[in-house]
């Protein structure tokens, strides 16, 4: 338990760093693309909600995501977020989630770094790109 909380630190860490440390971290497996339109997007002065809906291959079927963005230490370009995630499939199996992650915005992309945990026991590392003008949110999923 002790090497899983110290990788866990060392991946979070990693990805607080400077960009140049962030592009250098490299997930390796099997990983699958899930693409979400953004139906909604409430903002306030300290933070934004956006939510999102989409079709996610791999058994997931129809998934709909909130995020909750905060900005911190006083910059509105990065922050870190939590969300849920409910998903149902054809067969009507349903599954939900919490995200946690972090954020740095570059122009009009939000990159995000997420770690979930799902109640069927699963759990997803993605990396993904929140495209504010097009409203879309685009990841590469690792499950594990």
Known sequence: ????????ITLCS?????????????????????EF??????????????TSEGI?????????LTHNFRSRSGDNNQGDFDGQVRSINNDGVMVSATLQGIWKREGKIVNMYTLDTFSDGGMIYAEGKVDLVEGTLKFKAHQF
């Open 1 to 8: 338990m002790q090497i899983k909380k110290l990788s866990l």
């Open 14 to 34: 990693l990805l607080l760093s400077s960009a140049g440390s962030i592009f250098a971290l490299e997930v390796v497996g099997d990983s699958f693309d899930a």
């Open 37 to 50: 339109k953004i139906t909604s997007w409430h903002a306030t002065n300290d933070d934004s909600t956006i």
């Open 56 to 64: 996610v291959g791999e058994g997931f079927g129809k998934v709909y």
